[in-house]
């Protein structure tokens, strides 16, 4: 029998569903930037991260964000993406970092939450890869380190309490328009720091 989706599918099921080919297309773009050839390769990688992370981070210090998602404080990860490019004796990105409000509207930071934290997910294949460039959670690769607990389950943990907020079918979309839009806001990243 063929999958559907349904109204009855979970919120996260639908998100990767809906982004399936914003998703895509950064996946490919990445790797034709060809992140493993070397450690200045892969720098870029570490730069586009820390652009995303650094537009996100006001997220992580909202209240009513934090009362819907667990241990939202220590799913932030900009000090991590920092640490790695310092490791790479990289320059910090610039100032010219559009950065999400503190104010922005709740389904939209869940749009913004769902890439950030999925995108950890494919981080453990990344992880696994950097590897050959001698890099690991205590040089270079910290960011994409998976959580004590397992990657798996700490995403599960997130997306029950993702699939649990109770939404209207407008705030549904806004938080499907604004994972497609972080998508392709990492992808705007990727253009800038692959050039
Ligand atoms: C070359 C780079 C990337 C590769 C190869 C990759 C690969 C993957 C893979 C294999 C998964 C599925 C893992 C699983 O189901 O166990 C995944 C999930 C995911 N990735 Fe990526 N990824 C990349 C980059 C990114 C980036 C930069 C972001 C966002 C900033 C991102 C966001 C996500 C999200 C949101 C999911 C969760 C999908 C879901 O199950 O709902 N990925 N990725």
């Not at 991260?49 to 210090?61: E, G, K, T």
Request: a negative charge; proline letters at 3%.
């Amino acid at each position: 029998m063929t999958a559907s989706v349904t109204s009855e599918t979970s919120r996260s099921v639908r998100l990767k569903t809906a982004t399936r080919d914003s998703h895509g297309a950064l996946d490919k773009r990445i790797m034709a930037g060809d992140i493993f050839a070397n450690r200045s390769n892969f720098a870029r990688f570490l730069r586009v991260q820390y652009r995303f992370h650094r537009s996100i981070d006001a997220l992580y210090a909202n209240p009513a964000l934090d009362a819907l998602l667990p241990d939202l404080h220590e799913r932030r990860r900009l000090q991590q993406v920092r640490r790695d490019l310092q490791d790479l004796e990289q320059t910090l990105p610039g100032a010219d970092i559009a950065a999400l409000g503190d104010d922005l509207a709740l389904p939209a930071a869940l749009g913004w939450l769902y890439v950030a934290e999925g995108s950890n997910l494919g981080g453990t294949v990344l992880y696994k890869m950097a590897a050959a460039l001698g890099l690991d959670r205590d040089f270079g690769a910290r960011h994409l380190a998976a959580h004590p607990d397992g990657a798996a389950r700490h995403w599960r943990e997130f997306t029950a309490a993702l699939d649990a907020v109770v939404l209207t079918a407008d705030q549904e979309q806004q938080v499907i328009d604004a994972a497609d839009t972080a998508f392709r806001s990492v992808h705007g990243h990727v253009e800038r720091e692959f050039c």
